[in-house]
């Protein structure tokens, strides 16, 4: 049985090219070729000018996201099988190219960098570890296995009208993870970080991301719990303070 | 309460709250006003007229109106901020929003008041 397929990859060496182009190619693939990436590998024997990232193949580092027929994907654990023909792959959008299907990932890792993804905690160190309840670990679940494939942020419209000012999806789950994980002592600091119009609040709630992620997580829901547990935060900050001063709503002075 | 996030100290969530009490007023008025049809069913200039007679009705309105307006300058401050970059040419656009609201504020304070 024939096992031909076909793709039409997008090009671009801006060394030699003026512009991008696709190109199509046809390959015989062999039986053991199930995923994107195998056909990837053996386009590349034929044609090693062709260039990707890649690494663990098997949808843990993230590294050869990229966009499958019109959708952000990993190609390591994207079947071939399922795919219409010919696969059209481009470079995930919104980000600088540098050659082929490899991105600049540089703002992606700046928004994340932007949120602190770490504990901060300025208790002393323990002499093990700092532990944590069953019930508060759970909470970290569907957030802490991102994978940081950039797919989320980069199919979403907001990331790429503000890639500089809007934390976007990935970035945005990550500061929902470490403000939710109970070791972390940072909360107000971090709820403050998002407060200016850009970093938290363009995010119109379209879903994108939910929509590509390759591990299935879902940072529209981490996002709306930043949104809600701010409005808590400012109940509980309210009830907790009895000497509050005078506050203005669109100029008028309340309270 | 909740209305501290309404204060400049929460640049972004004030506006982003703003747009959702707002939309909760016109929820209600819609409900209240399908409600009142459904029981008055006015047919007719004179029903109408009467329907919106009531002072309490015409406040109502107008309320419902000033949300409806406020909601969409919080829309379109939004929406201009995803896609004009320019910041002249995105407090002109916004200028041009805000006298077409202000002027439709006043038609429609208008027609509730000059029935």
């Known amino acids: 049985m024939s096992n031909l397929v076909k793709f039409q990859i997008y090009r671009f060496n801006p060394d030699v090219d003026k512009k991008p182009y696709m190109q199509d190619y046809s390959i015989e693939l062999n039986d053991e070729d199930n995923m994107l990436l195998d056909g990837l590998m053996r386009l590349k024997e034929q044609d090693d000018t062709l260039t990707m990232r890649k690494s663990c193949r098997e949808g843990v580092c993230g590294s050869d996201s990229m966009n499958i027929n019109g959708k952000n994907g990993l190609a390591c654990i994207t079947k071939i099988a399922d795919l219409e023909q010919p696969i059209v792959l481009r470079p995930m959008p919104g980000l600088p190219v540098i050659r082929d299907l490899v991105v600049d990932m540089t703002q992606f890792f700046d928004a994340y960098n932007s949120v602190k993804p770490y504990l901060i905690n300025d208790n002393p160190l323990p002499e093990a570890e700092r532990l944590q309840s069953p019930e508060d670990r759970a909470k970290l679940d569907g957030m802490y296995e991102c994978i940081l494939c950039g797919a989320c942020t980069t199919s979403c419209p907001s990331f790429w009208w503000n890639p500089d000012k809007f934390v976007g999806p990935a970035g945005l789950m990550q500061a929902n993870r470490f403000i939710m994980d109970s070791r972390d002592q940072a909360t107000e600091e971090r709820l403050e970080n998002l407060e200016d119009p850009y970093r938290l609040y363009r995010c119109h709630n379209i879903m994108n991301c939910v929509e590509v992620c390759p591990k299935k997580l879902n940072p529209n829901a981490a996002i709306a719990n930043i949104k809600d547990l701010k409005i808590e935060r400012a109940k509980e900050n309210d009830s907790s303070d009895s000497t509050k001063p005078a506050k203005k709503i669109f100029g008028i002075t309340i309270g | ?115």
Do not use: E
């Open chain 2, 1 to 115: 309460m909740v209305i501290q996030l309404l204060t400049r100290k929460y640049p972004g969530m004030r506006l982003w709250l703003s747009q959702r009490l707002t939309a909760l007023v016109m929820a209600a008025y819609i409900i209240g006003i399908l409600i009142l049809l459904a029981i008055t069913q006015p047919s007719g200039h004179a029903a109408w007229h009467g329907f919106f007679a009531p002072i309490w009705f015409r406040i109502a309105t107008l309320v419902f109106f000033v949300c409806l307006f406020m909601h969409a300058w919080l829309g379109v401050a939004d929406v201009l901020k995803d896609y004009v970059f320019n910041k002249t040419l995105r407090a002109y656009m916004q200028i041009g929003v805000d006298l077409l609201l202000v002027l439709y504020l006043f038609w429609l304070s208008f027609i509730l008041w000059n029935m």
